[in-house]
């Protein structure tokens, strides 16, 4: 009986430790999302501890008329499903700057924000991460950028190193 529950512990332990390999130390890629009319976004994970990681999206805009930049950071926590799948959830914020010119109409303003998130991500054996998830966005100052919510859903293509 004792070797059945040492067998059975150890492959538990060495199951847990392979799934948690699969989550790499960072993770560079883009996050493709409405993003309130910013589009993909360059985005930049780092694993902070075990369940733990940081972050940080870069997202601009640039056309004829219209300007924009906005950053994003997120604290998450990581929860395994099975091998490479996790689900994820955390909590952040954010600043950015729009204008809007016409040749005789220019405006402009900067804004902050709230955010939460909510995915599930898939980390291949090769380094390669694919996640779909939910990032409400809540804006704090009142200024003509946004309704002062904004959801957003976005496709992520990491790579981990």
């Known amino acids: ?9 150890l492959a538990l ?3 847990a430790s392979q799934a948690q390999e699969n989550v790499s130390k960072n993770a560079l890629g883009l996050r ?3 993003s309130d009319g910013f ?4 985005s930049y994970q780092r694993l902070l501890s ?20 906005k950053a994003t950071g997120i604290y998450q926590w990581l929860w395994n499903i099975d091998g490479g799948f996790n689900w994820y959830a955390g909590v952040g914020g954010g600043l950015g700057s729009w ?11 900067l804004f902050i924000f709230a955010a939460g998130q909510i995915g599930i991500e898939y980390n291949f054996d090769i380094p390669l991460q ?7 966005e809540l804006y704090l100052n009142g200024n003509d950028y946004h309704d002062n919510f904004g959801p957003d859903i976005a496709l992520g293509v990491r790579y981990k190193f």
């Open 50 to 69: 075990e369940n733990n990681r940081l972050e940080i999206d870069l997202g601009w805009r640039s056309s004829k008329n219209y300007d924009a930049i």
């Open 13 to 15: 332990t060495g199951l």
């Open 99 to 109: 204008s809007y010119s016409l040749p005789n109409y220019n405006e402009s303003d």
């Open 32 to 34: 493709f999302g409405d």
């Open 39 to 42: 589009g993909a976004e360059v």
């Open 130 to 136: 694919v996640s779909l998830d939910f990032r409400p």
């Open 1 to 9: 009986m004792k070797r059945i529950f040492l067998v059975s512990f």
